[in-house]
Antibody, heavy 116, light 108 residues
């Protein structure tokens, strides 16, 4: 079964940091681009970052450039999102997603809350 | 960045009837258009990509059409499990991929 399981979310103060992880299983992880997509409470979807199969190419939405960093460990079938200098507007459910064009497989999401 | 606009924001339809959801792009996205379904408390699910190709396991009552800047998702005979929020997304002008704001499909 193809599966993505996120972890690492939680409550963090403004200016703080958090690292999200995503464990992939059921498919050949290093065959796929991977993405992080977030959804603020009651809002729509926003793709914040994606990474090529070998990690050689990464892209970020403007609102997180310089603060977030996407990475992957193909040997461990894992995807990461390092989030620094967090702001209230980063509060969202963060989804790990397979793909970067059409988003084929989604994890269940992990919730990040930025608040003092 | 391409802006995707969905209409209507909310659509009320009776079970068994047809639902038609619209998505407009601020500039041409060619055929690089996908649709997702999201139910409360769940992750989105890919329904359709390349305008009209159904993803694995998606029933035939879901169909997509359009090109350039105007797209439509049609659900031919609504089932109870189809009431959800639907998002369109372009991946022609990337990065970034961009989503519409969603259409809530509710029971009439």
């Amino acid at each position: 079964e193809v599966q993505l399981v996120e972890s690492g979310g939680g409550l963090v103060q403004p200016g703080g940091s958090l690292r999200l992880s995503c464990a992939a299983s059921g498919f050949t992880f290093n065959d796929y681009w991977m993405s992080w997509v977030r959804q603020a409470p009651g809002k729509g979807l926003e793709c914040v970052a994606n990474i090529k199969q070998d990690g050689s190419e990464k892209h970020y939405v403007d609102s997180v450039k310089g603060r977030f960093s996407i990475s992957r460990d193909n040997a461990g079938n894992s995807l990461y999102l390092q989030m620094n200098s967090l702001r209230a507007e980063d509060t969202a459910v963060y989804y790990c997603v397979r793909g970067h064009y059409q988003l084929e497989v989604w994890g269940q999401g992990t919730t990040v809350t930025v608040s003092s | 960045e391409i802006v995707m606009t969905q209409s209507p924001a909310t659509l009320s339809v009776s079970p068994g009837e047809r639902a038609t959801l619209s998505c407009r792009a601020s500039q041409s996205v060619s055929s690089k258009l996908a649709w997702y379904q999201q139910k409360p408390g769940q992750a989105p699910r890919l329904l359709i990509y390349e305008v009209s190709t159904r993803a694995t396991g998606i029933p035939a009552r879901f169909s997509g059409s359009g090109s350039g800047t105007e797209f439509t998702l049609t659900i031919s005979s609504l089932q109870s499990e189809d009431f959800a929020v639907y998002y369109c997304q372009q991946y022609n002008n990337w990065p970034p991929i961009t989503f519409g704001q969603g259409t809530r499909l509710e029971i009439k």
